[in-house]
């Protein structure tokens, strides 16, 4: 089997699991207890802790445990907006009618972002909070221009993607995080697919940052969320308290220790896999680009160097994942997220992608594990797996 899916998810580390072993077992005390296995798997959780928020260059406070992105990204939004309404509420008192300038306090994100972070801002606007969604450009980045235009002396947060899961795409998040503080926003910004990025929360400017241990070769199931200090948050777990407060249950040990283990991997690897994955991204683009009717999406310099999203015209996604899956080669239509809708995807719609591309598009995400080899094998395989469905798609015509 040929492995194109990492962007989805990655296999376990070995060196990880090795990390996370005797939690599993030996050392299984709840780290709220007081006895002496309790101590020991609350000592191990806060060396974790301490490790990520090293590696972040945050205090050990900052740094709080979730169960993946999806449930970070959800805090990180839904919990500071609710934080801060509920901050103006109290300013004013409960007996006093608010004015609307204050109630109707106003998001950014943009209509390019994971459905974690599309879905928690409906939300909000259920709750009448007012959402702007920013236009991405042609590449699916998100210009520092375009966010200046849409501040209002309402605006409260600004939700961004460090890089975009289908295509790739790595935003300015510095310029974008100082322009959100120069109109006194907070930024968060989803970094689950930037383990191979510069993760420096001080050097990238933001308040919020989400991580999720699948994506960096960490166990399912775990996350991080960084909360600058003094940023507003509510939880949306309550219970026994954990995690100072916001994030009550308990704590997956094992998984947690195995997520900072990831953290210190990957980010101690980085500069020589990127080297490795671009070379391999390289070959892996010239070769697709020609096949007749075919063409890159996402930004063509500034790009994770795993990420190769491609579209075909004339082919449907969801056929060629099936063809190329007969033939042991996992790859992707979109992300996995949206993989089972027939829709093109709307991170490839607000790039404003034909649809006679966007219904043919390909996501590989080469990793760790990926081989110049594998690369050949996939180059062999995909031009006659397309040419076979569009010719199946003449003869239904």
């Not at 709840?30 to 296995?37: G, M, Y």
């Not at 993760?199 to 199931?221: M, Q, R, T």
């Not at 089972?340 to 719609?349: A, D, G, H, R």
């Not at 590989?364 to 010719?391: C, F, N, W, Y």
Request: aromatic share 6%; hydrophobic share 40%; net charge neutral.
């Amino acid at each position: 089997m040929i492995y194109l899916d990492y962007a989805s998810a990655t296999p376990v580390d070995a060196r990880v699991l090795k990390e996370m072993e005797s939690f599993w077992s030996a050392n299984f005390g709840n780290p709220s207890s007081a006895h002496p296995a309790g101590k020991n798997a609350k000592e191990a959780l806060e060396q974790a802790r301490a490790r990520a928020a090293e590696l972040l260059h945050a205090k050990a406070e900052e740094i709080i445990f979730t169960s993946g992105g999806t449930e970070g990204i959800n805090l990180a939004i839904l919990g500071t907006a609710r934080a801060k309404k509920q901050g103006v509420m109290n300013s004013y008192g409960a007996s006093n009618r608010l004015r609307p300038s204050e109630t109707n306090l106003h998001i950014i994100t943009s209509a390019a972002e994971h459905e974690s972070v599309l879905e928690a801002c409906r939300q909000l606007e259920q709750e009448g909070f007012s959402i702007t969604y920013l236009p991405v450009d042609e590449n699916g980045m998100i210009q520092p221009a375009v966010l200046e235009q849409a501040f209002r002396p309402t605006t409260i947060l600004v939700s961004l993607m460090y890089a975009n899961n289908e295509v790739g795409t790595i935003n300015p998040i510095k310029g974008l995080a100082a322009a959100a503080h120069r109109h006194g926003a907070w930024f968060h910004t989803d970094a689950c697919q930037a383990g191979l990025l510069d993760l420096n929360v001080h050097e990238l400017g933001v308040d919020v940052l989400s991580l999720n241990a699948s994506k960096i070769y960490g166990p399912k199931g775990a996350g991080l969320l960084y909360v600058r200090q003094d940023t507003p948050l509510r939880p949306l777990l309550v219970g026994g308290g954990q995690e100072r407060g916001f994030r009550s249950g308990t704590e997956n040990v094992p998984a947690i220790l195995g997520f900072a283990k990831a953290v210190e991997l990957i980010q101690g690897e980085r500069t020589e896999e990127n080297q490795r994955l671009k070379k391999l991204r390289d070959i892996a683009i010239s070769g697709i680009l020609k096949i007749p009717f075919s063409r890159l999406n996402g930004h063509p310099t500034a790009c994770l160097p795993g990420t190769i999203n491609v579209s075909f015209r004339d082919v449907e996604a969801r056929f060629l994942v099936e063809e190329l899956g007969k033939q042991g080669i996992c790859a992707a239509a979109g992300s996995a997220c949206t993989s089972k809708s027939l829709e093109p995807s709307l991170v490839l719609t607000a790039m404003g992608i034909p649809a006679s591309y966007a219904h043919g598009t390909l996501r590989l995400t080469i990793g760790r594990q990926t081989t110049e080899q594998d690369i050949r094998q996939l180059l062999r395989v995909l031009p006659t797996a397309i040419s076979k469905l569009r010719a199946s798609s003449r003869r239904a015509l």
